[in-house]
């Protein structure tokens, strides 16, 4: 999947295959069985190349990294791991590593989770960075979207949650970006693709489907203003 993006980027003898071994070893090693069954693992990568790959790569980063990623959540799912976060790859310079050499460090890092129209980010989680997006593309939460027993949350204002990677992903799993606790969502819903100056949204093949402006869409341009539903869960989309 990722063969022709690395020799692109790369003139040295790093392969691809090796990277994407090693976050699954990762995985495979820090597993960790919780409460009735569930393994968790980490969710959070951070691949060390010498300076030279790493100045190759930054170019490319952000898409191998999603590629990566994605490959993650596959052989997550063929393993029956969990995670409690969206899994993301980053990349870093470090100057004790030769030319083709590599390490992988991963963490627990805590995702974003919507719940009766309010955005709950726990307090260990990481700053969320600040990507260069042109236009600080956002999400603005509805209040109330879709309420618990016993809650009174979603009465107040909307909140908002900032689209700072090219692909957000969408969906009730914690291996989402933005996790939407609400029945009516399917584990990935959908995803919205920024680029430049163009903002997509992508139905994954949802149960119940995914809405713009009140019309059941597969795939469609965002503008600023467009109204998102996704089972229960409101949202708008937001540009400057």
Avoid at 25 to 39: H, K, L, N
Avoid at 116 to 144: C, H, K, M, N, W
Avoid at 160 to 174: A, D, I, K
């Amino acid at each position: 999947m990722i063969e022709g993006t690395f020799a692109r980027a790369f003139k040295s003898k790093l392969e691809p295959v090796e990277i994407a071994s090693a976050v699954q070893r990762e995985m495979d090693e820090r597993a960790a069985i919780v409460a009735q069954g569930r393994t968790l693992v980490p969710n959070d990568f951070v691949v060390e190349l010498s300076g030279e790959d790493a100045e190759q790569m930054d170019a490319l980063a952000d898409t191998i990294g999603q590629e990566l990623a994605k490959l993650a959540r596959d052989y997550a799912t063929e393993q029956g791991y969990s995670f409690v976060g969206p899994v993301r790859v980053h990349f870093k310079s470090e100057g004790d590593l030769q030319i083709g050499r590599f390490r992988i460090r991963s963490g627990v890092i805590r995702g974003s989770t919507v719940e009766s129209g309010e955005i709950r980010q726990p307090v260990s989680d990481q700053p969320r960075s600040s990507a260069d997006v042109q236009g600080q593309p956002r999400l603005l939460i509805s209040p109330g979207g879709a309420p618990t027993e016993g809650s009174t949350a979603g009465q107040g204002m909307q909140q908002s949650f900032v689209l700072n990677t090219q692909v957000t992903l969408l969906g009730r799993g914690t291996d989402c970006h933005l996790r939407l606790v609400d029945n009516g969502v399917s584990r990935h819903h959908a995803e919205i693709r920024v680029e430049d100056a163009e903002a997509v949204l992508v139905d994954l093949g949802s149960t119940n489907g995914t809405f713009v402006n009140g019309e059941q869409v597969q795939r469609a341009r965002l503008v600023d203003g467009s109204r998102i539903s996704l089972g229960r869960t409101t949202m708008t989309f937001r540009r400057d």
